[in-house]
């Protein structure tokens, strides 16, 4: 059984930042890309940012320049810095992980429970 567990989020004023983190775990053979997405109480849920086995990196352009992904392959982890946080940063952050399971032949792509993420004075 494959899990991701996101954690980080909460409340937190504009300017301000905040750093979540995605840890996999269960029986895991290999991870390709994994990445960070959100969604907007009535809105559809968007990519935020992305990041390659290699470290390559994309990002929406709404947080360019504020936010960064990054990995940690030993540990099955990726992780987002967001700082210079605004109010329309508010949403559910999810994370994604394109996985290889110890039981199956093929990648596929799991996701995390989510976590709010709130931005306000």
């Known amino acids: 059984q494959v899990r991701l567990v996101e954690s980080g989020g909460g409340l937190v004023q504009p300017g301000g930042s905040l750093r979540l983190s995605c840890a996999a775990s269960g029986s895991i053979r290999s991870i390709n890309a994994m990445a960070w997405y959100r969604q907007a109480p009535g809105k559809q849920r968007d990519l935020v940012a992305s990041i390659s086995t290699t470290g390559g990196t994309n990002y929406a352009d709404s947080v360019k320049g504020r936010f960064t992904i990054s990995r940690d392959n030993a540990k099955n982890t990726v992780y987002l810095q967001m700082n210079s946080l605004k109010p329309e940063d508010t949403a559910v952050y999810f994370c994604?992980?394109?996985?290889?399971?110890?039981?199956?032949?093929?990648?596929?792509?799991?996701w995390g429970q989510g976590t709010q993420v709130t931005v306000s004075s």
């Open positions: 994604n992980a394109e996985i290889l399971p110890a039981y199956v032949s093929a990648f596929l792509h799991y």
